[in-house]
């Protein structure tokens, strides 16, 4: 069995990462205030269950990125939080 570690990885939730059609281009809408996400293109590492590992650019862990109603949006998109 070979196990792959890595430290200091950084991960996201697969549902914060988007991609285009054919899985070559990637990204996620990052928020850059309280009601506005930009796009940002991301290079993706490892899989591993329910999340996925950025290579690059480097996120800072008070960095915040859309969940859900992510996909389509434009880059600079204004937004509305709405808590469930």
Known sequence: MIKTEKT??????KQSVLSDETQTNFWVMKLIDDSTAAKVPVTKGLEINDRIEIISPKFLTSDK??????YGLADTARIKIVEQ
């Open 65 to 70: 990125f859309l969940l859900t109603g992510n």
């Open 8 to 13: 200091n990885a950084v991960s996201l939730p």
